[in-house]
């Protein structure tokens, strides 16, 4: 059988379409009607249809089928009518469907089917019409869902973006988190080795300026890193997100913040672990002022974002002006205190030198660990600046905002 045929209406009190077999359209076919899933009745599809055999699909047009509905089988405006070959299992076209409203003047139909007349309606009385016999039952109401703050939407944001980033970084290498931390790592390992080759600092694991001499370059090296891995990280963030803005709860600063965070947060776990080793190992640790050396570490966390979110709205959309700032990049290692401390400077350069807020800020650090270190770099000098560059990265952000959510 080659059935062709359609569910052209189904009204409160009636049924019709057509139906035939393309292999033997001479035949005429049996309907199975359901109602809502139920049985309701068969139908000879043998009513005459002009239309069908004016467009050839039938040699006589006699493939048409009505079912008129008695006032007790009314079908209401939630009624889903089927239609199909007996014996087989799909539709004919156009079904299932639904029942169409009543557009009987001075009345409407409920939900259900029930026709309800205006002045009975308002007054909540009892329609007078008989209820429909296959009426779907009413959906549990569910409660609405509670709104979200702008903060929570911030914060469900940026815990997504977070584990997304850090499994996109980390889930796939066998190593990963290890080697995030290989960089500080080696420049740690490579300071002391430099300094026992050149028979200073005690050995490789000696003392230097009364403490632990791996701890002496790791506050250095990691205050750095602190400042640097944030600033890397911020630039390009935007870019390696931007498919992702099409969701209008993410912003392009969520992308900022989320790798600034990850970045320090690694940081602070390998100083961490650091302290720990040499703890262990009864090598002498000291942390003078703790407050003092997180608060230096928060502000050169705060540079690293306000400048690497100035840099990187503007290096977004500019490949070039991106490779010119990791350029000028490179040379901070050595001029931001993270392998000396300001009063080792040469006092040749030194008048130059302590322009550079990182080395404040790193120069802090090493000072708020250190008892027998005092360091003199100017805590004004290194909010000043973070408070500027926070100033100047967010404006531009502001202002670009627009063309940095566009593909």
Same mark, same amino acid.
């Given at each position: 059988?080659?059935?062709?045929?359609?569910?052209?209406?189904?009204? #409160?009190? @009636?049924?019709?379409?057509?139906?035939?077999?393309?292999?033997?359209?001479?035949?005429?076919?049996?309907?199975?009607?359901?109602?809502?899933?139920?049985?309701?009745?068969?139908?000879?599809?043998?009513?005459?249809?002009?239309?069908?055999?004016?467009?050839?699909?039938?040699?006589?047009?006699?493939?048409?089928?009505?079912?008129?509905?008695?006032?007790? @089988?009314?079908?209401?405006?939630?009624?889903?009518?089927?239609?199909?070959?007996?014996?087989?299992?799909?539709?004919?076209?156009?079904?299932?469907?639904?029942?169409?409203?009543?557009?009987?003047?001075?009345?409407?139909?409920?939900?259900?089917?029930?026709?309800?007349?205006?002045? @009975?309606?308002?007054?909540?009385?009892?329609?007078?019409?008989?209820?429909?016999?296959?009426?779907?039952? #009413?959906?549990?109401?569910?409660?609405?869902?509670?709104?979200?703050?702008?903060?929570?939407?911030?914060?469900?944001?940026?815990? #997504?973006?977070?584990?997304?980033?850090?499994?996109?970084?980390?889930?796939?290498?066998?190593?990963?988190?290890?080697?995030?931390?290989?960089?500080?790592?080696?420049?740690?390992?490579?300071?002391?080795?430099?300094?026992?080759?050149?028979?200073?600092?005690?050995?490789? /694991?000696?003392?230097?300026?009364? &403490?632990?001499?791996?701890?002496?370059?790791?506050?250095?090296?990691?205050?750095?890193?602190?400042?640097?891995?944030?600033?890397?990280?911020?630039?390009?963030?935007?870019?390696?997100?931007?498919?992702?803005?099409?969701?209008?709860?993410?912003?392009?600063?969520?992308?900022?913040?989320?790798?600034?965070?990850?970045? &320090?947060?690694?940081?602070?776990?390998?100083?961490?672990?650091?302290?720990?080793?040499?703890?262990?190992?009864?090598?002498?640790?000291?942390?003078?002022? /703790?407050?003092?050396? /997180?608060?230096?570490?928060?502000?050169?966390?705060?540079?690293?974002?306000?400048?690497?979110?100035?840099?990187?709205?503007?290096?977004?959309?500019? *490949?070039?002006?991106?490779?010119?700032?990791?350029?000028?990049?490179?040379?901070?290692?050595?001029?931001?205190?993270?392998?000396?401390?300001?009063?080792?400077? *040469?006092?040749?350069?030194? *008048?130059?030198?302590?322009?550079?807020?990182?080395?404040?800020? &790193?120069?802090?650090?090493?000072?708020?660990?250190?008892?027998?270190?005092?360091?003199?770099?100017?805590?004004?000098?290194?909010?000043?600046?973070? /408070?500027?560059?926070?100033?100047?990265?967010?404006?531009?952000?502001?202002?670009?905002?627009?063309?940095?959510? @566009?593909?």
């Amino acid at each position: 059988m080659r059935i062709i045929g359609h569910l052209d209406r189904v009204t #409160a009190s @009636q049924i019709r379409g057509w139906a035939l077999d393309a292999d033997a359209a001479a035949l005429p076919v049996q309907l199975e009607v359901r109602i809502n899933g139920h049985f309701f009745s068969t139908v000879v599809a043998e009513k005459p249809r002009p239309d069908v055999a004016a467009k050839n699909l039938h040699p006589t047009g006699n493939c048409g089928f009505v079912i008129d509905l008695q006032p007790d @089988q009314q079908l209401g405006a939630a009624d889903l009518v089927s239609v199909r070959v007996v014996g087989m299992s799909r539709d004919l076209s156009g079904s299932p469907m639904l029942c169409k409203p009543s557009t009987t003047t001075g009345a409407s139909r409920s939900a259900f089917g029930d026709a309800v007349a205006p002045s @009975q309606a308002a007054a909540g009385e009892e329609s007078t019409h008989p209820p429909s016999l296959f009426t779907l039952p #009413a959906l549990p109401t569910f409660p609405a869902p509670p709104q979200r703050t702008s903060f929570r939407i911030f914060v469900d944001s940026f815990v #997504a973006l977070f584990l997304r980033t850090m499994k996109a970084r980390f889930g796939t290498q066998r190593f990963g988190y290890f080697l995030a931390v290989l960089e500080p790592l080696f420049y740690i390992v490579l300071m002391r080795g430099s300094r026992l080759l050149a028979g200073r600092g005690g050995g490789f /694991l000696g003392e230097e300026a009364g &403490v632990d001499g791996f701890f002496y370059h790791a506050i250095g090296i990691i205050s750095f890193f602190i400042f640097m891995r944030v600033f890397n990280s911020c630039l390009g963030a935007i870019n390696s997100t931007t498919a992702l803005f099409n969701y209008r709860q993410l912003k392009p600063i969520d992308s900022i913040l989320v790798t600034a965070v990850i970045e &320090v947060g690694l940081m602070l776990t390998l100083f961490s672990v650091i302290v720990m080793i040499l703890v262990l190992i009864d090598h002498k640790v000291e942390a003078d002022d /703790l407050l003092m050396f /997180l608060t230096a570490a928060s502000l050169l966390f705060l540079l690293g974002v306000g400048l690497g979110l100035l840099a990187d709205v503007y290096t977004a959309k500019s *490949p070039a002006l991106r490779k010119f700032v990791e350029i000028i990049n490179r040379p901070l290692l050595f001029m931001s205190g993270a392998f000396f401390t300001m009063q080792d400077l *040469p006092a040749v350069i030194k *008048p130059y030198i302590v322009w550079n807020p990182i080395l404040h800020g &790193v120069d802090l650090c090493r000072g708020a660990l250190l008892s027998a270190y005092d360091s003199p770099g100017d805590w004004i000098y290194l909010l000043t600046w973070v /408070l500027a560059s926070l100033w100047f990265g967010l404006a531009a952000y502001r202002r670009n905002l627009y063309r940095l959510t @566009q593909a």
